[in-house]
């Protein structure tokens, strides 16, 4: 009877973690998949929609949400995965700044009334927070590029200025840095315990926004935050081309690119309609509405949870926002489509590309400086290296958005490189142009290293058609 009672208690125990392991699998808190030539499937994770998660058709408001990035507790990400025979060797990180006041107003109406001081007990918060406005406040003499020196090291206006970083845009940072700092410092040691400035390369536009979003992502990233060692420099344009952005061609594809765009506007009738009711709302001409760029200020409204303004005439609600909102979609879709936009993106991300590739090659070489490199950049400096690379699956940059291109070295072939891309937290090193068809050849879940620099160094050029060799003769051919 006894032995009778255990067998029970035992089948019923078997029974119980049966169902325990079906439920973790099913809720993805354990793996399930075995891993094949050090590659799991984890280590090749899709860029493209997932039909479980997204709607089955195109949501405005869904892409306005993960637009926002409102920072959560904790974040899926791919950014460090590799075998246990590959070394990490130096790491380039590109991002846009944080959540921002808007650019524009609604003509007509009072500015959305929203806080930029850095408070701790307010939503969303930081354990960082405090201490970053305390260490911020003491760097009055951080030495940096000018004209940088002259920016504010953090937000701090209770009614944000025109374009100011806000506390989400911070915290969103500060979180980038954070996870950042647990893969590639505290797993990978990326740098040494007595890092020095020679190990950074730092560089932001000439705004504060991209500035603070910047020493934001390093405070959450360095073990010690120390001024002595924090250089920024100053990239004018916001295409990091350095020396190299004079591109005739270039701006002749841009011009092309905004043709278009102007084109898909007049063809959308249901959009001049709602322009139409929104400057009878407003009581402002229709033109003066749709130059002031509504969905700017309209995007910050819906990010904050603040309502759409309301006048005499009625109120800007959210059907206004979501036909505003589903013509920008479209609008990508079709850049994508129209290819004008390539060309441009090609010229434009071709310089700062190039300088990747160089500090790539310098550290593959054994240099021990420039491992860890930042960009602290806007969507119109991430979108067309996006293009150029050919991620057309890639959303539009959000607030906050990070682009990261590991190198790697196999240590049991100390002489090959590779190359991993990342976006927001996604391995896409396999739906780029230069990597697509890399991975039917190899198992190794990286690309090869040769295959960016020929990429950079010829593809980008041949992709243009142009029959040029190099930057210059590119730019300075005559439009097609």
Sequence with gaps: MLFRNRFVLLLALAALLAFVSLSLQFFHLIPVSAAKNGVTSKNRKRIMPDPVTEPPVMDPVYEALLYCNIPRVAERSMEGHAPHHFKLVSVHVFIRHGD?????????????EIDCTLVANRKPYHPKLEAFVSHMSKGSGASFESPLHSLPLYPSHQLCEMGELTQTGVVQHLQNGQLLRDIYLKKHKLLPHDWSTKQLHLETTGKSRTLQ???????????????????????????????NCYCPL????????????????????????????MARIVDAP???????NPIDAMLCLFCHNVSFPCTRNGCVNMEHFK????????????????????????????????????????AAEGRKEELFALSSAHDVTLAPILSALGLTEARFP?????????????????????????????????????????HRRSPKPMCPLENFVRFVKRDMFVALGSGSTNYYDACHREGS
């Design 100 to 112: 921002r006041y808007p650019l524009y107003v609604i003509p007509k109406t009072k500015r959305p």
């Design 213 to 243: 979003s910047g020493l934001a992502l390093l405070y959450g990233f360095l073990p010690d935050f120390d001024w002595k060692k924090v250089y920024f420099r100053h990239q004018p344009s916001a295409l990091f081309c350095s020396g």
């Design 250 to 277: 270039r701006n002749q594809y841009l011009e092309k690119e905004q043709r278009r765009q102007y084109l898909l506007r007049l063809k959308n009738r249901q959009l001049e309609r709602t322009y139409e009711e």
């Design 286 to 292: 229709t033109k003066q509405l749709r130059a002031a």
């Design 323 to 362: 036909v505003i909102k589903r013509h920008q979609i479209e609008d990508e879709r079709e850049r994508q489509e129209k290819k004008l936009y390539l060309g441009y993106a090609l010229l434009g991300a071709h310089p700062i590309l190039n300088q990747t590739v160089g500090r790539m090659r310098r």
């Design 398 to 438: 959000r607030f906050a958005a990070r682009l990261i291109f590991e190198l790697w070295q196999d240590r049991e072939k100390p002489g090959e490189h590779s190359v991993r891309i990342l976006y927001d937290g996604v391995d896409v090193t396999f739906h780029t142009s230069f990597c697509q068809d890399h």
